[in-house]
């Protein structure tokens, strides 16, 4: 099962945050939320399994997200 763990203000903070932690080996989705789909602006949700999720919001804390 797949687990919201960060949103993003943007398209390019959501990929920026996906870079990051895929460089540390973890399996990420970013999709998007609301009426706003696969716009510059908006709202995107960061997921990763279940089971990595504590593990990526370490990662994301102490990189300063």
């Known amino acids: 099962m797949w687990t919201v763990i960060y949103i993003a ?7 920026k ?7 540390e080996g973890m ?6 939320v609301g ?4 716009s510059e602006r908006g709202y995107y949700e960061i997921l990763v399994p279940e089971c990595e999720a ?3 919001q370490n990662i994301l804390y102490e990189t300063g997200y």
């Open 27 to 32: 399996l990420v989705k970013v999709q998007s």
């Open 17 to 23: 945050i996906e870079k990051l932690l895929t460089d």
């Open 54 to 56: 504590e593990e990526a």
């Open 35 to 38: 009426k706003r789909f696969e």
């Open 9 to 15: 203000q943007s398209k390019k903070m959501a990929e």
